[in-house]
């Protein structure tokens, strides 16, 4: 997968294939669960936004895929695991972490002020193959965008659109989700479709926004 993050924006986009794997339910899934709301579902993505509180904690639950949070406000987490152990991380806007199937933990914010995120799970299931443009570049790497994080499955990208500053004409080879870390408006510009012109698309994010190309 590829992850990158732009203006607040972090991605995922699958390229291998996982068979699932039989998981003994000794604890309760992470999701559904009080705190959380289901953002979006493809073929490769289940996006869960989450809310971290005090005093408020979720319980030892098995996650039964691959994840990864991006924090999307900051403060301090508590997370216990199964054999009693605890540690508090405090996490900064953009914060990711990575979590393999079977991880068991309970998470709770340690301070008054609750910790938002996203959580991505990643679908035990073959990525699409889409077919690639001769001469058009992949949307990754490009300028801007920092590789933050890598898996065999993953990559995570912090990437940085600047005012003013056009991004390459470029092509999605990959399946991609993300967050909006910061708000801002957005500018896409399109190849004419069947020799007709496309409109450029304006948008205004605001943080804590999920994206999902499916």
Known sequence: MNIYKSTGIVFFAASSNFSAAALAQKYPAPFP????????????????????ENSKPTGLRKAPLDQVIVFWTEGPVKFRRADGTWSIEHERIGSIRFESKVTVESEESASDIPVRAAVFQLKDATPPKWPVTEGVPDQLPRPGAVKL????RIVVWDQTFSP?????????????AGIWLAGGKTTVTSDPINGLPVAPVVTTKVPGVVVNHA
């Open 33 to 52: 669960r009080e705190g959380s709301k289901k953002a979006d579902e493809s073929q490769c993505f289940i996006i869960w936004n989450v809310v971290y």
């Open 164 to 176: 003013g500053v056009a991004g390459p004409r470029h092509q999605h080879y990959n399946s991609t």
């Open 149 to 152: 994080f890598e898996t065999d």
